[in-house]
T-cell receptor, first 112, second 116 residues
Framework: ETGVTQTPRHLVMGMTNKKSLKCEQH?????MYWYKQSAKKPLELMFV???????ENNSVPSRFSPECPNSSHLFLHLHTLQPEDSALYLC???????????FGPGTRLTVL | AQTVTQSQPEMSVQEAETVTLSCTYD???????LFWYKQPPSRQMILVIR??????QNATENRFSVNFQKAAKSFSLKISDSQLGDAAMYFC?????????????FGEGTQLTVNP
C-alpha cells in the first residue's frame, strides 16, 4: 500500500449504531487530519493530530471521537449520529509545517 | 481567521485551450502556503500545485501554473493545453506557515468542465 488509505470506502449506518472509520498513512508523516465534505459546502476541518497529540478540535460534536494510536493510524469513532452527518469523510497527512497535505480516497457515510 | 474565496462556481474550456481559475484569500499573516487541489469524480483529493508566500516566482507543474499576487492576495491557477482528464472540482487552499499540523482552509471550489 502506498499513500493514504481509508476503510471502509462506503458506510451506511443507523442513528443508534456505533462504527469506526480507519485511516492509515504510509508516507512517514507526523501529522494527520480528519475533514468533512458535505454537499455544496467547503471542506471542514474536524481534527488535527501532530506527533500523535490532538492539536485542534474544531467544535465537533462529541458523537465524533478521534483516536490516534501512532503516527501512521487515525480513527474516527462514530456513535448516535444524525442524518445531517451524512457526508464524505476525508483523512489527510503531512510532514512538518511546510508540507502539503496528502489525502485518502474518503469514506462515504450515510446515516439513516 | 483566514478565508479563501473562489468566485467561479463553474467554468468550462475546450480541449487543448487554456483556462484560468480565480482564488482570493484574506490573512494577516506573512508566512503561509497556498495550494490548488483537484477532486475528480472519484472524490480523491489530489494536490496540483503549491506556492510558498515568501517566494516571488510563480510555481509551475507541467501544464499547471499559478499567478501569485501577494499584495492583492490573489492566487489564480492556469491550465494550459486542457485535457479531458482535467475535468474536476478544483479547490484553492490556504495554510499558515507558523506551526506544524496547521489546518488547510479551503475555498468553495470551481467545477471545471472540459469539452471535446
Amino acid at each position: 500500500e502506498t499513500g493514504v488509505t481509508q476503510t471502509p470506502r462506503h458506510l451506511v449506518m443507523g442513528m443508534t449504531n456505533k462504527k469506526s472509520l480507519k485511516c492509515e498513512q504510509h508516507l512517514g508523516h507526523n501529522a494527520m487530519y480528519w475533514y468533512k465534505q458535505s454537499a455544496k459546502k467547503p471542506l471542514e476541518l474536524m481534527f488535527v493530530y501532530s506527533l500523535e497529540e490532538r492539536v485542534e478540535n474544531n467544535s465537533v460534536p462529541s458523537r465524533f471521537s478521534p483516536e490516534c494510536p501512532n503516527s501512521s493510524h487515525l480513527f474516527l469513532h462514530l456513535h448516535t449520529l444524525q442524518p445531517e452527518d451524512s457526508a464524505l469523510y476525508l483523512c489527510a497527512s503531512s510532514q512538518g509545517s511546510t508540507a502539503a497535505q496528502f489525502f485518502g480516497p474518503g469514506t462515504r457515510l450515510t446515516v439513516l | 481567521a483566514q478565508t479563501v474565496t473562489q468566485s467561479q462556481p463553474e467554468m468550462s474550456v475546450q480541449e487543448a485551450e487554456t483556462v484560468t481559475l480565480s482564488c482570493t484569500y484574506d490573512t494577516s499573516e506573512s508566512d503561509y502556503y497556498l495550494f490548488w487541489y483537484k477532486q475528480p469524480p472519484s472524490r480523491q483529493m489530489i494536490l496540483v500545485i503549491r506556492q510558498e508566500a515568501y517566494k516571488q516566482q510563480n510555481a509551475t507543474e507541467n501544464r499547471f501554473s499559478v499567478n501569485f499576487q501577494k499584495a492583492a492576495k490573489s492566487f489564480s491557477l492556469k491550465i494550459s493545453d486542457s485535457q479531458l482528464g482535467d475535468a474536476a472540482m478544483y479547490f484553492c487552499a490556504y495554510r499558515s506557515g507558523q506551526t506544524s499540523g496547521s489546518r488547510l482552509t479551503f475555498g468553495e471550489g470551481t467545477q471545471l468542465t472540459v469539452n471535446p
